[in-house]
């Protein structure tokens, strides 16, 4: 079974999403790389960009992760504070800490990609 359909597909991500971004919305170290940025957009591109990460059939279109942050400056302490609430938003739904470790197993290979300030 793929971690996509242990945690309840399509449903279950969605609503990670939702309150990922809730999460990250009212941090004041990370509020400022959203100013401007279409939320409903950045959502769906989320969702894809999660599900297809955790085994699901969702299939992510979006532009690769170091074209989609490059223009942010994203330095490693403010990648670090995402995968915090990514890690939250999972605990807070129920996902098995095992589960979590596999998510973020598939996410890690992701940081040199999206830092680009402070290594």
Known sequence: MSIYDSIGGAPAVARAVDDFYARVLTDQQLVTYFAGVDLARLKAHQRAFLAAAVGGPEIY?????????????????????????????LNELGVPAPTVARIGSSLAPLRPEIVTVGR
């Open 61 to 89: 279109q979006g532009r690769d992760m170091a074209a989609a942050h490059a223009r942010f400056g994203v330095a490693e302490v403010d990648f670090d504070a995402v995968v915090g609430h990514l890690v939250d938003t």
